[in-house]
């Protein structure tokens, strides 16, 4: 979704809009256990994969306050299970 060569360009406001309407509204409510949002690395190190190959931030400075806000406004309690460069947050 996002359109720069590299996916780095700053997500637009329909991006994220399309993110929750994915998640909250279509995986959420079919995958009830699907309670945690990781970015790459997180994913990369703190599941068995190997450091280093693959190693990368996530694409375009991805805005998770924003995520946790819209989390918050559904009724969700956010926990962050993460680390600055490892983002990763738990909803309950």
């Known amino acids: ?4 060569i ?3 360009n700053t997500y637009e406001y329909k991006q994220y ?4 309407e994915l998640y909250f509204t279509q995986l959420l409510p079919n995958f009830p256990k699907l309670k945690t949002i990781a970015g790459h690395k997180w994913s990369i190190w703190n599941r068995n994969a190997i ?4 190693d990368k931030t996530c694409p375009g ?4 306050e ?3 806000k819209e989390a918050k406004n559904r009724g969700y309690t956010v ?4 680390k600055i460069e490892q983002e990763a947050i738990e909803l309950s």
Do not use: E, S, T
């Not at 979704?1 to 720069?4: F, P």
């Not at 400075?61 to 998770?64: A, I, L, M, P």
């Open 1 to 4: 979704m996002n359109r720069h």
């Open 6 to 8: 590299n996916n780095q």
């Open 17 to 20: 809009m399309a993110l929750y």
């Open 51 to 54: 450091p280093g190959n693959g």
């Open 61 to 64: 400075g991805f805005d998770w």
């Open 66 to 68: 924003a995520i946790i």
């Open 79 to 82: 926990k962050n299970v993460g």
